[in-house]
């Protein structure tokens, strides 16, 4: 009996040379699937459950790219063994990069996806055809009296999205929530004036065991969402708690960054901050543009901006977030980059440009708008 | 009023040459901790949180060790951001790699750390004076029947823990539940013929608002623990999930590899699969073997292994559990390099070693019995 079975297909670029390119696919597809020596694969198990090496196209003389197709059902359709099935093991092993990965209906189709994504965003704000402006809330040390006046300031100048800092830390649950609901009262009380909605994030971040307890001192704020880290949270414990509690999610790159650095090895930034964190259901997902303190390229930062905003099942697209050691001189390169729906990152740039937090939100959403006109 | 405060060192390995190594370092410390420029930070932003680098020393022409010191409270004294504070953002950039971690009592007596360790894992299965053996089910797919023969083979010739194989992916919760009922009795009837206390550890992955009902499962068919994939599922769940459940961990290192692949960035397989392991409470830290299909030095493997024996605070020590591509003719070797505490986990090797799994089991342990006598 042969059973017709849902296919994910994962393309990696393998750091060999032609004579080893099809052997090496075949050793992906055994370890990612069976793990057992070639003498103990059965046809059977050959059949239902080993991966199936597709393609092995040479690109250079020691690189060649390689297209896998797994049976969907290794993947238990959920994103833990998702990140298994196509990189567990081979991560500790060298010279494999996975660029790509084909996802099919029925798995998709378990995923609610972003809350809001970039139209439920605009929405929830009023705006519409200009990129949005996000600062945080900086730096870590600072009074909460300091950080009510920043979020005052950012939001009676005209801010869209203001953020924790992914570093703060309060110290102890009953004090972030009183800090969260001081903020969110500046921003509500600035908002009032403006007849704006300006919206905070608080950091997301803590015990296992007192997220959800988080996740309630942030709504009892009248906060929409958080700034969750995925990969200090685990990816799918974002998703289970966007999904459960509705949340508007800010995704932070915090600890990802081993995948990208050596260009041979890991994945490319759009598939793991792109593709993952919108199946995870993240609104935004912040990452280091070009140019600042971080090594991303254009071209990586372009891919990774199309696969969050381009088709992905029925998932709403999420806004892509550069940021990074961004200033007021970047933005017309940002708004060349990324196009009117992204969202402009902006800390410490922001905070050192003008006399007043007011007054740098101010200029910076001239200079946007002049961009988009 | 200056506060003593507890303070976490971090040493990292910077590929910089010498005009670059003081500034670099001051820039991880900044980028760790308030993530703002220099112009922004005030001297009592300085005093109180930015890290403070405590030295740097020339390791050779381009690479520099730098040892800098964060406020402990800066980590919340727990692991999500822990990881944030030592190599979240840093993660991002490039040559920086952590090397070391200098942990304050007060941050470890917030842990619990191993529910078992050495000590307790041998009382429990009644085994001293020599390594222990593991072997995985494998291959996935096999069907129930087969991993019961296998699970009673391994358990009647004398084998000690028995773990699912990462990969195992069961249709759902309930097939979960009989499959593995269906092998712990058969563990346990093997048990009842030896008298001995074979255990297994079923792998525990699934969506996050799926593990609680998991750990049930587990729990409800006699099982001691888990084979829990911290990478997958987010390192401070396991430490949660075993903590309160008091649960045998063997920790797999599924997803982890990229912090390994480039030897100038990312961690040590010691800091990572040891200490921060062990601090989320692993009992056993799953590792390549030098040798095998992965990439892991005889050195890094020592540190590992010493990271999880040596002292930490009050944790109880957990055992190295060497793995990935082992045959019969490695035991010496792996019992030279690792000792007594250790296991060796053996998967297709055991499993192709002998006409039966009994056979196979019975060699294993005679070998491992005469290298230690």
Redesign the interface.
């Known amino acids: 009996m042969t059973l017709v079975t849902d296919r994910i297909i994962a393309t990696y670029l393998l750091s060999r040379p032609a004579a080893e390119a099809a052997r090496a696919a075949r050793?992906v597809a055994i370890?990612?699937?069976?793990?057992?020596?070639e003498?103990?694969?059965t046809p059977?198990?050959e059949s239902?459950?080993v991966g199936k090496v597709l393609s092995v196209d040479a690109v250079g003389p020691e690189l060649h790219r390689a297209r896998i197709s797994y049976d969907a059902?290794?993947?238990?359709f959920?994103?833990?063994?998702l990140?298994?099935?196509v990189?567990?093991?081979?991560?500790?092993?060298?010279g494999i990069r996975l660029v790509d990965l084909e996802i099919p209906e029925s798995f998709l189709a378990r995923f609610k996806g972003p809350n809001f994504g970039i139209g439920g965003l605009r929405r929830l704000l009023k705006v519409h055809g200009r990129p949005l402006l996000a600062t945080a809330l900086?730096?870590?040390?600072?009074s909460t009296e300091e950080f009510e006046r920043l979020a005052g300031d950012f939001a009676r100048g005209g801010g869209d999205l203001l953020k924790d800092?992914?570093?703060l830390?309060d110290?102890d649950l009953a004090a972030f929530a009183e800090r969260v609901r001081r903020v969110q009262a500046a921003v509500s009380e600035a908002n009032a004036k403006t007849g704006r909605n300006a919206l905070y994030c608080p950091i997301l971040?803590?015990?296992?065991?007192e997220l959800e307890a988080r996740v309630a001192a942030v709504l009892g704020a009248g906060c929409a969402g958080v700034l969750a880290?995925p990969f200090?949270?685990?990816?799918?414990?974002v998703?289970?708690l966007a999904a459960?509690h509705g949340l508007l999610v800010m995704a932070h790159?915090?600890?990802?960054?081993?995948?990208?650095?050596?260009r041979s090895?890991?994945m490319t930034p759009g598939l793991l901050l792109g593709t993952l964190f919108r199946l995870a259901g993240c609104d935004v997902s912040i990452f280091?543009n070009p140019g600042g303190?971080?090594?991303f390229t254009k071209e990586e930062c372009a891919d990774l901006s199309a696969r969050l905003t381009g088709p992905l099942g029925c998932l709403a697209p999420s806004f892509p977030a550069p940021a990074g050691g961004m200033t007021f001189e970047n933005l017309p390169e940002m708004a060349r980059d990324y196009g009117t729906d992204s969202v402009f990152l902006v800390?410490?740039?922001l905070?050192?440009h003008s006399k007043s937090v007011y007054d740098g939100t101010r200029a910076f959403l001239d200079s946007i708008e002049g961009l988009v006109r």
């Open positions: 050793l370890e990612q699937t069976v793990e057992v020596p003498s103990l694969i059977d198990i239902r459950v059902a290794l993947s238990g959920e994103l833990p063994r990140l298994n099935l990189y567990g093991n081979v991560s500790i092993q060298n900086k730096p870590n040390g600072a800092d992914q570093n830390c110290a971040c803590g015990p296992a065991d880290p200090l949270l685990g990816l799918d414990t998703r289970m459960k790159p915090s600890f990802t960054g081993t995948f990208f650095s050596d090895h890991g280091p303190r971080f090594g800390g410490g740039g905070l050192a």
